[in-house]
């Protein structure tokens, strides 16, 4: 805990001194880079340092009518760069295809120490002090949000090379997938091992598994932000390749799973789904070469 906020506070310092996220060795080791080297670089190695990040929010916005698109545009320009210096995480924003009012994000921090330093920072910070009555004014409702944690280290949610704007002309590609299950209390082990054991049938080629979490059970940190209290919840998270494989591969295979887990007698309500369009910046989105970006 008290690595996460020395951390934390020496970026903090480098910021307010105009340097962040360098070091006086940087420019040096940039200038000998050769354009050549830099196309060579495999994607993922870009983002070897950034992992680790352990608790999770789930945030599922409403915007009002017809402004979600003015939103993801505000959110995609201002916001994901803005949390990686501080040391947090947006692991991807999306838009669900039968909730045209709804923004979906998905927020990591290292630890729950670390949670209220990077709020703060932010939230009482300079960029949200510019943009906030702006975005505010399209947010009827951001406190539906899950605090969830990785089930397993091997589980959580990998960060994926930022969308390149040379390379990705387009933007993000592919279909983001969620599974939420309401879990009842006392049956969150047993549920997630033959949640398991059905998600192995997701495992077919154009489909990705991104992340299975599960509800963090913790006092939340920071209460300027509200999170949901009616857990617990096991999400599962997947990126499509297209319309095809979802159509005809995975929802089948979804919709067995949610009949046989609800069978089961130890979920309260049957499990929901979410279809989803990455926004063009969103780094959770389909990457042929990453293969299976869950860890």
């Known amino acids: ?17 105009g340097v962040a996220g360098s070091t006086p060795a940087e420019p040096a080791v940039a200038s000998r880079t050769s354009a050549s080297s ?25 915007t009002t009518h017809g402004g979600r698109a003015h939103f993801a545009s505000y959110f995609d320009t201002y916001f994901p760069e803005a949390f990686e210096q501080l040391g947090a995480m947006v ?3 999306f838009l669900p295809r039968e909730h045209p009012d709804q923004f979906v994000w998905l927020r990591g921090f290292h630890d729950m120490p670390a949670r209220p330093v990077v709020s703060s920072q932010f939230y009482y910070g300079p960029l949200w002090r510019e943009h906030r009555l702006k975005v505010n004014a399209l947010l009827p409702d951001s406190d539906n949000v899950m605090l969830l944690r990785p089930l397993r280290p091997d589980t959580g949610v990998a960060v994926l090379p930022a969308v390149d704007p040379v390379d990705e002309p387009r933007g993000a590609q592919g279909i983001m997938v969620m ?26 080629a154009g489909v990705h598994p991104a992340g299975i979490l599960v509800t963090l059970d913790e006092p939340n940190n920071f209460p300027q932000l509200p999170v949901r209290t009616d857990g617990p919840w096991l999400v599962w998270l997947g990126v499509v ?16 799973a949610a009949r046989a887990l609800l069978a089961s007698g130890m979920l309260r309500t049957a499990p929901e789904q979410l279809v989803m369009d990455p926004t063009p910046r969103s780094r959770l989105r389909w990457l042929p070469d990453t293969g299976e970006v869950a860890r």
């Open 1 to 17: 805990m008290k690595s996460a906020y020395r951390h934390l506070l020496g970026l903090f310092s480098m910021i307010a001194l």
């Open 38 to 62: 830099h196309e060579a670089l495999p994607a993922m190695a870009t983002v070897s340092h950034l992992h680790d990040f352990q608790v999770v929010e789930l945030r599922r916005y409403t």
């Open 179 to 204: 599974q939420i299950f309401a879990v009842k209390k006392g049956d969150e082990d047993a549920l997630a091992a033959r949640a398991e054991a059905q998600f192995g049938s997701y495992r077919v």
């Open 91 to 93: 692991f991807g924003q």
């Open 241 to 256: 390749s297209d319309e095809a494989t979802l159509r005809e591969q995975l929802q089948p295979a979804m919709q067995a």
